[in-house]
């Protein structure tokens, strides 16, 4: 009888080798382009507001189709991966982006930005649960969070490559400039990504039909594997996995923590990076020191996202998502009500929230892939995405229309600390209610 190896057992008990290694540095590329091209709009937004001759606020529109593309994205195209792979669903979903953002160098009214940006934003939303998902089924259990979020901080990296590309490019090519940048990196990557990116050796497992691809796939991790064996996941059948599963098996209430965690804190991530610099702008900054300070604040985003990832593993997971959300809070508080502060004081305050609302964003991801197991991680985290992503309409909406009026433009982010206390407490319960998404070992 053949030997049953289970990928779970040789991932785990083995270190990290250069085929994993390559398959995080590809998942962490497609969420930087992924990042890059969410955020281009919002550097460009007051650029684009005086050319077109609009009022302050009234480009919501743009920023919120694209954030309704991001969310039907990730709840019906993402979970696609269930079925046909990660691999296939990642590529694709580049090649479709990449190519949508070079149209919108067509856009001449808001109208034809909007649907571009709906457009785009499909794309968008199928590639970054799949690269995390991808990422996560290569990593240790004991290294997965530290994974997850490594790979996460791609899309705080390439919304400071959007921030450097506008601040750059902007003033002398004008701002469709940034979006030929947007649109070549993803297709460019999407050439490597065929070439280079694995499928999930747990995905292939599953499938009785991919059984020598999953033992090609396991050789790079365990080169010794010999031919009379069968690659096991252990798991509910693979291609079939569908929403309600989210629900069975004691599932539910982890799901619903999850969907209310993930609604708030993206409702405050976009709220925030959507109006930043046009909030800023409004405060008496120039374009240059608007993009320069949005630009720091996801460079603090970074930061917390690694320092939160390195301690996730050692002090839990649920914990420092929590911390992560308390600096959020305490940064959106100073930044709302302390009015006389300098830049520098300013773009340090502003660092400390994105420590917080990136951080705490990318620890929930982390969060996602241990609540589900293989064959429902694209679905379940695709799903939390889509949910997050309502709050990433509401959030930025309300507060365009908040802006277009007040008075004193920071004063808006006083209505982050609302969201934050929710997702905290969602986040508590789930650290109450979460069933570890680890596959038990199988051998022999």
């Known amino acids: 009888m053949p030997q049953a190896v289970n990928v779970a057992e040789v991932i785990d008990t083995r270190a990290v080798g250069p085929f994993q290694l390559r398959a995080f540095l590809l998942c962490a590329a497609v969420l930087f382009v992924d990042g890059f091209d969410v955020q281009a709009i919002t550097y460009v937004v007051p650029t684009i507001t005086r050319e077109w001759g609009l009022v302050r606020g009234?480009?919501?529109?743009?920023?919120?189709?694209?954030?309704?593309?991001?969310?039907?994205?990730?709840?019906?195209?993402?979970?696609?991966?269930?079925?046909?792979?990660?691999?296939?669903?990642?590529?694709?979903?580049?090649?479709?982006?990449?190519?949508?953002?070079?149209?919108?160098?067509?856009?001449?009214?808001?109208?034809?930005?909007?649907?571009?940006?709906?457009?785009?934003?499909?794309?968008?939303?199928s590639a970054l649960p799949n690269a995390i998902g991808l990422a996560s089924e290569y990593a240790p259990h004991k290294h997965?969070?530290?994974?997850?979020?490594?790979?996460?901080?791609?899309?705080?990296?390439?919304?400071?490559?959007?921030?450097?590309?506008?601040?750059?490019?902007?003033?002398?090519?004008?701002?469709?400039?940034?979006?030929?940048?947007?649109?070549?990196?993803?297709?460019?990557?999407?050439?490597?990504?065929?070439?280079?990116?694995?499928?999930?050796?747990?995905?292939?497992?599953?499938?009785?039909?991919?059984?020598?691809?999953?033992?090609?796939?396991?050789?790079?991790?365990?080169?010794?594997?010999g031919d009379d064996v069968v690659i096991a996941s252990h798991g509910a059948e693979a291609g079939k996995a569908t929403v309600l599963d989210l629900f069975a098996d004691g599932r539910g209430l982890a799901t619903v923590c999850l969907w209310v965690a993930f609604f708030m804190s993206l409702l405050n991530v976009y709220l925030a990076i959507n109006w930043l610099p046009t909030s800023l702008e409004a405060s008496g900054y120039t374009d240059a020191q608007a993009s320069a300070m949005t630009t720091?604040?996801?460079?603090?985003?970074?930061?917390?996202?690694?320092?939160?990832?390195?301690?996730?593993?050692?002090?839990?997971?649920?914990?420092?998502?929590?911390?992560a959300l308390l600096f959020a809070a305490v940064g959106f508080y100073t930044f709302a009500t302390a009015t006389e502060m300098q830049q520098w004081t300013t773009t340090a305050v502003l660092a400390l929230a994105g420590v917080g609302v990136i951080g705490g964003q990318v620890g929930a991801n982390?969060?996602?892939?241990?609540?589900?197991?293989?064959?429902?991680?694209?679905?379940?985290?695709?799903?939390?995405?889509?949910?997050?992503?309502?709050?990433?309409?509401?959030?930025?909406?309300?507060?365009?229309?908040?802006?277009?009026?007040?008075?004193?433009?920071?004063?808006?982010?006083?209505?982050?600390?609302?969201?934050?206390t929710v997702g905290m407490i969602a986040i508590a319960l789930l650290k109450r209610r979460t069933m570890p998404a680890r596959e038990p070992v199988t051998v022999g």
């Not at 902007?170 to 979006?179: I, L, T």
């Not at 460079?299 to 050692?314: F, K, Q, S, W």
């Not at 694209?378 to 889509?386: F, H, K, S």
């Open 296 to 323: 720091l604040y996801h460079v603090g985003g970074v930061v917390g996202t690694y320092a939160i990832g390195l301690l996730m593993d050692r002090l839990g997971a649920h914990r420092m998502v929590l911390v």
């Open 58 to 125: 009234q480009l919501w529109p743009a920023l919120t189709a694209g954030l309704v593309g991001v969310m039907l994205g990730a709840m019906f195209l993402a979970p696609l991966a269930d079925r046909v792979g990660r691999r296939r669903v990642i590529v694709s979903s580049c090649v479709a982006f990449g190519s949508l953002s070079l149209l919108t160098l067509a856009a001449d009214t808001l109208s034809s930005l909007v649907v571009l940006r709906f457009l785009t934003g499909l794309g968008l939303g």
């Open 144 to 225: 997965r969070a530290l994974v997850v979020m490594f790979v996460g901080s791609g899309v705080s990296l390439g919304a400071i490559g959007a921030g450097i590309a506008a601040t750059q490019l902007v003033a002398p090519f004008g701002w469709r400039a940034v979006f030929v940048v947007g649109g070549i990196l993803p297709l460019v990557l999407a050439v490597l990504l065929a070439r280079w990116l694995p499928e999930s050796i747990r995905f292939a497992a599953l499938l009785p039909n991919r059984q020598a691809e999953a033992k090609r796939l396991l050789r790079k991790i365990k080169p010794e594997l």
């Open 366 to 420: 982390a969060l996602a892939t241990m609540t589900y197991p293989v064959a429902m991680r694209a679905t379940g985290l695709g799903w939390a995405l889509g949910v997050g992503r309502v709050g990433s309409i509401v959030g930025p909406t309300i507060i365009g229309l908040m802006l277009a009026s007040a008075a004193d433009a920071r004063s808006v982010y006083l209505w982050c600390l609302a969201p934050i």
